[in-house]
């Protein structure tokens, strides 16, 4: 019930549920907070300041700074597609290949290995991520010696503590989607691990300049995007306690 979609289609079908049952009044109420939750969300302005404070302000992960070095490399999983008859390149979802091509252009920059997590959580469990990504970065042009295949873990606290011994004490640079990237680095150092965090597939240009727009599918999906990480960062803080 993250996304602001379903909230609307919930708050509708309750509507409706009320002025079947003679009560039109409330009924409304539910139809106008479903209209206007819909038109809220869907402005471009206001998905961008939901989601500021996490690609660019108090949430966000600290600037990587380059003339560090590193020894790992690691792109956390995001989506791989099973189902269907697409081509193999086709099938990796926006976020996932942003985060392999940073991860390869990183990996050569330093002369890093590749850790590649993520097991078997996708929708035919049969497909390792892993393995997926692993392939991808052999047509990429990634020897074997290039490549440490993790194979496991279907979260982010997962995928982490799956490369804790491996990684020791070592530098590691973890590359993900900027909404994402600072619980990633509360998690890595709650692990213990020198860690820099680099964020790509941003969904804001950082600008905050008040305006107007026809509303927006596409900032409907930004706001999903905050609130799924707001409550993903309320979840590991009640952990933590």
């Known amino acids: 019930m993250i996304s602001p979609i379903q909230l609307a289609f919930i ?18 109420v539910f139809y106008i907070t479903a209209i206007c939750w819909l038109l809220v969300f869907s402005q471009p302005y206001i998905s961008d300041l939901l989601i500021y404070p996490l690609e660019h302000g108090a949430l966000s992960a600290e600037p990587y700074v380059q003339d560090k070095s590193a020894d790992f490399i690691l792109p956390l999983a995001c989506f791989y597609q099973t189902n269907g008859k697409s081509p193999s390149i086709s099938r990796w979802s926006e976020c996932s290949l942003k985060r392999q091509l940073m991860a390869d252009h ?35 042009g990634f020897s074997e010696s290039q490549l440490h295949i993790i194979g496991q873990g279907s979260s982010t606290r997962e ?12 530098n590691i640079i973890i590359v993900t989607s900027a909404t994402h990237a600072y619980r990633v680095a509360a998690l890595s150092a709650e692990l213990g691990m020198h860690a820099d965090v680099v964020s790509v597939n941003f969904h804001s240009s950082g600008e905050l300049s008040p305006y107007i727009a026809m509303p927006s599918i596409h900032s409907l999906e930004k706001t999903r995007h905050a609130l799924y990480e707001y409550f993903a960062i309320l979840k590991y803080k009640f952990e933590a306690q």
Not at 11 to 26: P, V
Not at 122 to 135: G, R, T, W
Request: glycine share 10%; hydrophobic share 40%.
């Open 106 to 140: 990183l990996a050569r920059q330093y002369g890093a290995t590749l850790l590649l997590t993520g097991g078997n959580f996708l929708k035919d469990e049969n497909v390792n991520y892993s393995q997926e990504a692993a392939s991808l970065h052999r047509t990429f």
């Open 159 to 170: 995928e982490l503590q799956s490369i804790t011994q491996i990684v020791g004490k070592n």
């Open 11 to 28: 708050l509708s079908i309750a509507g409706a549920l009320l002025h079947k049952f003679g009560h039109r009044r409330k009924a409304r």
